[in-house]
């Protein structure tokens, strides 16, 4: 029988894992403790030398389905799922960097991941920011204390492409950790494993779930670095195993010591609701398409931040790494003035700062989300004042296009 597809795969993972009385999807485990009739077998949990759940912050059953139908999608060997993305994202930072290390990352990111980062310089981390989309760039802020680098594949909210293989090739060669950040993708848009990444890191709240109704964020090893080289990671967590060794780090310094724990109900929402994800993800990207298309030609808008439209700067490698470009697009008014009172007139799309979702959603980028980074800053990210966000849903193309249409016309 040939290989499943990942519709199929998705559909069908709780339910393989057999779970509790023939149900179709993982119960809600709601405990937070959990009994065992032999002392011996708590403390071989405990010492993780045997599988089981001893405290709910870093362990439950519902959490530990969705953590296997997330490494399905991405292709890993494990993952560990947070309360959020944010919290995924910061329990890489402190399970395996140290006072003193070194941090490349792009400086086309999510504005909340900047802010995150510039609490990490304070605990003796050392960043340095840099064009991603030409690995040369990255290669060159690299020093000896370096230890890893940062990219998001689709920048939000900008929409730049990383240099993605080139970063990879890079990383591999000087044995550092590579993490990227695949929101905006998913797994049905792109594999990070193939382009050598060490970690995966997602936030579940935007196109795994996609209903705006759970937050999540999850991590996961791809498998592919050698971690008996790393130097910051501890003998207690090296066991037989060895591709469990950064995982088992990650869960313990990362999710047991500070607590970003996911609860079981958001988790078994972000589960169900990843069961579309190949069919939402599809009609998302194919009306984005059409969007980005149609306010190209429109007389007010000054450009289009699009992966899909031939102008944009990394079409080509768009092209080669996604099957799709994405749902998530940018437009720039050529009066700024205009942003509001044509945000107003909308009545399909939505003012709302989530993305992801099957609605779409819009947001003035530089009045909100990057608002405490200052003019400056967003000059260098490439954010103009007049930016409007869209993360575009799965409503019917025609009533998209005539919403849009009507209020830039207005």
């Known amino acids: 029988m040939k290989s499943q597809g990942l519709t199929t795969k998705l559909l069908h993972s709780d339910r393989l894992g057999k779970p509790e009385h023939g149900s179709l999807h993982k119960p809600i485990h709601t405990s937070i403790a959990y009994g065992y009739e032999k002392a011996a077998d708590l403390a071989a949990v405990f010492q993780s030398r045997q599988k089981g759940y001893a405290y709910?912050?870093?362990?439950?059953?519902?959490?530990?389905?969705?953590?296997?139908?997330?490494?399905v999608l991405e292709q890993g060997v494990g993952t560990v799922c947070f309360g959020t993305g944010m919290a995924a994202l910061a329990a890489?930072?402190?399970?395996?960097?140290?006072?003193?290390?070194?941090?490349?990352?792009?400086?086309?990111?999510?504005?909340?991941?900047?802010?995150?980062?510039?609490?990490?310089?304070?605990?003796?981390?050392?960043?340095?920011?840099?064009?991603?989309?030409?690995?040369?760039?990255?290669?060159?802020?690299?020093?000896?204390?370096?230890?890893?680098?940062?990219?998001?594949?689709?920048?939000?909210?900008?929409?730049?492409?990383?240099?993605?293989?080139?970063?990879?090739?890079?990383?591999?060669?000087?044995?550092l950790l590579y993490v990227?950040?695949?929101?905006?993708?998913?797994?049905?848009?792109?594999?990070?494993?193939?382009?050598?990444?060490?970690?995966?890191v997602n936030s579940l709240s935007k196109c795994?779930?996609?209903?705006?109704?759970?937050?999540?964020?999850?991590?996961?090893?791809?498998?592919?670095?050698?971690?008996?080289?790393?130097?910051?990671?501890?003998?207690?967590?090296?066991?037989?195993?060895?591709?469990?060794?950064?995982?088992?780090?990650?869960?313990?310094?990362?999710?047991?010591?500070?607590?970003g724990t996911l609860a079981p109900e958001a988790a078994h929402v972000l589960s169900v609701g990843s069961e579309t994800l190949p069919l939402r993800i599809e009609r998302s990207c194919d009306n984005?398409?059409?969007?980005?298309?149609?306010?190209?030609?429109?007389?007010?808008?000054?450009?289009?931040?699009?992966?899909?439209?031939?102008?944009?700067p990394q079409y080509a490698r768009t092209k080669a790494l996604f099957t799709r470009p994405g749902a998530l697009l940018s437009f720039e008014l050529k009066n700024a003035g205009d942003t509001f009172p044509v945000l107003d007139r909308l009545k399909v799309g939505i003012l709302s700062s989530n993305l992801g979702d099957a609605r779409t959603l819009l947001i003035p980028v530089a009045q909100t989300i990057f608002w405490e980074l200052g003019e400056a800053k967003r000059a260098e990210m490439g954010i103009a004042e007049s930016l409007v966000r869209v993360s575009v849903g799965i409503e019917d193309a025609e009533d998209l296009l005539a919403d849009f249409q009507q209020a830039l016309d207005g």
């Not at 709910?56 to 490494?71: C, D, G, I, W, Y």
């Not at 969007?291 to 931040?305: F, G, M, R, Y």
């Open 208 to 259: 795994f779930g996609g209903h705006g109704d759970a937050l999540g964020g999850s991590v996961t090893d791809l498998g592919l670095f050698d971690w008996s080289k790393y130097p910051n990671l501890y003998d207690l967590y090296k066991g037989p195993d060895k591709s469990q060794w950064a995982l088992l780090q990650l869960r313990k310094k990362g999710l047991r010591d500070f607590g």
């Open 288 to 312: 984005a398409q059409k969007l980005a298309e149609a306010l190209a030609k429109h007389p007010k808008v000054a450009k289009v931040h699009y992966p899909g439209l031939p102008d944009h």
């Open 92 to 175: 890489v930072f402190l399970a395996f960097l140290r006072k003193g290390d070194h941090v490349v990352s792009s400086r086309f990111l999510f504005g909340n991941t900047v802010n995150q980062i510039n609490t990490l310089v304070q605990t003796g981390v050392e960043v340095s920011y840099v064009d991603a989309t030409d690995a040369r760039e990255v290669e060159a802020a690299l020093r000896p204390e370096t230890r890893l680098v940062l990219v998001e594949t689709i920048a939000n909210p900008a929409t730049q492409i990383a240099d993605l293989a080139g970063i990879g090739a890079l990383c591999n060669a000087r044995g």
């Open 180 to 200: 990227v950040d695949n929101t905006l993708t998913s797994g049905c848009l792109f594999l990070p494993k193939d382009v050598g990444a060490t970690f995966s």
């Open 56 to 71: 709910a912050r870093q362990s439950n059953p519902t959490v530990s389905a969705l953590e296997a139908k997330v490494t």
